[in-house]
């Protein structure tokens, strides 16, 4: 580095970027996928240029297509991009040139590009879950979510519960359920991981929000282990009030902490049949708190399906507000 340079570069952070391609070339991967429907003559910037350039600058903070007007002479920039950088109205058309198939395309590489890391394993975990991602213009599918009391969009995200590995993301838009399309998705990726590794254990982990009868229904399909959140009703209240009762007496009224478990057998009427259900209910010191679990996990007890397993989804917490 030399600051009394006649051309100095502002974003030196690019250089860890452009270290990670060459490591790993996952835009390498990804430019092969997307269709080039240019005339072959007049192409000046190839599409893995453009995807770079692209991606590159957004995760330097620039997310708008025509900030490249003040970027276009950083000499690191034009380096590392190996020649001029692509106008604004070119980034555009590249953009805009990703149609409905581009995507289905991308969806599957992202997927088979982690189906190809699995290797030896004999088992994964699949987390899933919903991203709030707050929106502040006039962006396309940008919609109103009444739970986060926001303008968003709603991201569903695959990642593997051991590595952390992003399997496959989802752009949803703002006012979709948390389970909205994950089930189908969830189908097309467990089609693709036992092709490959027939004999392989799966898990699925998720919140409340992803329980739904289309998966249980799948869950028998496929023979997969599941640990899913459940959000509470009024059987559900009528199930534990007893422990409520008894843990309201003698914990919460003395400002006591303390976890209690309870299992059960539950059928919502939409279910196709009776699932094993786990409650926790807890005097936080504050007040109580019920949480509820359906698990098909054959484990000692309550307190390890839920502590050794459940929680430990993403990077989540228990935090009482979200969850």
């Known amino acids: 580095m030399d600051f009394s340079a006649d051309e100095i570069g502002s974003d030196g952070a690019v250089l860890l970027l452009e270290k990670l391609e ?14 080039d429907r240019r005339d072959p003559f007049r192409v000046v910037h190839s599409i893995e240029r453009l995807l770079k350039q692209r991606v590159f600058t957004l995760v330097q903070g620039y997310e708008d297509a ?3 007007q003040y970027l276009k002479n950083d000499p690191l920039l034009k380096d590392i991009l190996d020649g001029e950088l692509a106008s604004q ?13 581009s995507v289905f395309a991308l969806c599957h590489a992202w997927i088979d590009r982690y189906v190809s890391t699995l290797g030896n394993r004999k088992k994964v975990v699949i987390d899933i879950d919903g991203t709030d991602d707050p929106t502040h213009g006039a962006q396309q ?4 979510n009444g739970y986060y009391g926001q303008f968003m969009y709603n991201e569903l995200f695959f990642h593997d519960g051991d590595t952390g590995q992003i399997i496959v993301p989802i752009l949803r838009p703002g006012n979709s359920h948390s389970n909205k399309w994950y089930v189908a998705i969830l189908k097309r990726l ?6 490959a590794y027939p004999k392989i254990e799966i898990v699925i982990r998720a919140d409340s929000g992803f329980s739904c009868p ?8 496929f023979n997969l282990q599941f640990t899913i959140g459940l959000a509470t009703n009024e059987t559900l209240k009528k199930k534990t009030a007893r422990a409520e009762k008894a843990v309201r007496h003698l914990f919460v009224s003395n400002n006591i902490k303390h976890q209690h478990f309870i299992s059960f057998t539950y059928r919502a009427e939409s279910w196709h049949k009776p699932q094993q259900c ?7 010191g504050k007040g109580l708190n019920v949480r509820h679990i359906v698990s098909n996990m054959e484990e000692a007890d309550a307190r390890s ?9 993403g990077e989540a917490r228990e935090t009482g507000s979200r969850r």
């Open 89 to 101: 109205p070119t980034l555009s058309r590249f953009e805009n040139s990703i149609d409905k198939h």
């Open 22 to 35: 060459r490591k790993h070339r996952i835009l390498h991967y990804f430019s092969q996928v997307i269709p």
């Open 278 to 284: 786990y409650s926790k209910i807890e005097s936080t």
């Open 66 to 68: 025509n900030d490249v």
């Open 214 to 221: 289309a998966f249980y229904q799948l869950a028998d399909d």
């Open 190 to 195: 467990l089609k693709k991981i036992r092709a």
């Open 141 to 144: 599918l940008s919609m109103f």
């Open 305 to 313: 399906v839920y502590f050794g397993f459940y929680v430990k989804r």
